[in-house]
């Protein structure tokens, strides 16, 4: 089996124990990018260190304490300094565990996307001497771990995840992502790295604390979706349901009319999420449920070594291939 086969096997198959799923994601795919690395994990994850490693343009959302005024009085355009890592970094991992991320299609769910994700990326940062936390969404915020080191935290974050509640059925209510936001601002005191993990199917509002939270922290949005979620297949009568707020309705997909409008609103409704996602001014990188991980961890690699040359929000293709990335 390859690398990319094990990988996907690892996320796709039976549910594993965590520490079984980690001890996989750590042989197939967390050794290869190791290597893939070859020494750049510093300009990956930057602390906030004391020795200088760079001068750029200021871009929106920087802390304007690094401001170099000298530099910037003699080139007429604001400077920000970087330094090296020096001190231990600091990530959280914002995740949205709501009844929407259970939804996915070819035997693979977004919520399983997203542990080999948080998994491979948390141990990562774990086996560099840095320290991860998490706050858990689910029907409203259902517990913070606080940031620790080693891979016991990284253990014990995967089964956080999984500990959904017994009785998780339709509340009638559905996702207010703007809640998770707000309880990051209460959590989050020291400027740290932050991973927001969600399909941003939620309640209006949480552009706004997430543009407040990038003010004061170096976030990434990490958008999980289903390509099912885009086009509706042609499945003839069937009955769907919400899985947040319970509501049922009987639809048609024979009729090619129908699956035309639920595809023109699917569409407006990605390009809105866009436009929210960028006038954040947060990097977004895209996860799909059909995606090879150490592919989507490449464009992971590939968005980081871009953030000091692009402006923020920026997107990268969702497309973006292996040869690409590399």
Excluded: C
Aim: no cysteine; aromatic share 6%; hydrophobic share 45%.
């Amino acid at each position: 089996m390859s690398d990319h086969a094990a990988a996907a096997a690892a996320q796709g198959a039976a549910p594993q124990t965590p520490d079984r799923l980690l001890q996989r994601l750590e042989w197939t795919v967390l050794r290869r990018l190791d290597g893939l690395l070859q020494g750049d994990y510093r300009s990956l994850f930057r602390g906030a260190g004391l020795d200088l490693a760079e001068l750029r343009e200021y871009q929106f959302g920087d802390d304007v304490r690094h401001i170099d005024w000298n530099v910037t009085a003699r080139l007429q355009i604001p400077h920000v300094r970087q330094y090296t890592e020096d001190r231990e970094l600091t990530a959280w991992f914002l995740l949205d565990l709501s009844g929407s991320i259970d939804f996915g299609s070819a035997g693979r769910s977004k919520l399983a996307l997203a542990e080999g994700f948080v998994a491979v990326v948390a141990r990562l940062l774990t086996r560099h001497g840095n320290r991860v936390g998490a706050i858990f969404y689910r029907q409203g915020i259902a517990g913070v771990l606080p940031p620790g080191a080693g891979r016991n935290q990284v253990l014990q974050l995967l089964q956080r995840m999984r500990q959904a509640p017994a009785e998780a059925q339709p509340t009638g209510q559905g996702t207010d992502l703007a809640e998770l936001l707000r309880a990051a601002e209460s959590w989050i005191s020291r400027r740290s790295m932050v991973f927001v993990l969600s399909d941003f199917i939620s309640a209006p509002g949480w552009p706004l604390h997430l543009g407040r939270l990038a003010r004061r922290h170096e976030v990434m949005a990490l958008r999980l979706y289903d390509l099912l979620e885009m086009v509706l297949p042609d499945a003839g009568l069937l009955t769907v349901q919400d899985a947040e707020t319970g509501e049922q309705l009987f639809i048609d997909t024979s009729d090619p009319a129908f699956r035309a409008r639920y595809e023109a609103l699917a569409q407006a409704s990605e390009a809105e999420l866009r436009q929210a996602l960028a006038a954040s001014g947060v990097d977004t990188l895209e996860l799909a449920t059909d995606d090879d991980l150490m592919t989507a961890l490449l464009r992971f690699v590939a968005l980081r070594k871009q953030r000091q040359r692009l402006p923020a929000g920026r997107r990268l293709p969702a497309s973006l291939g292996l040869a690409q990335a590399a």
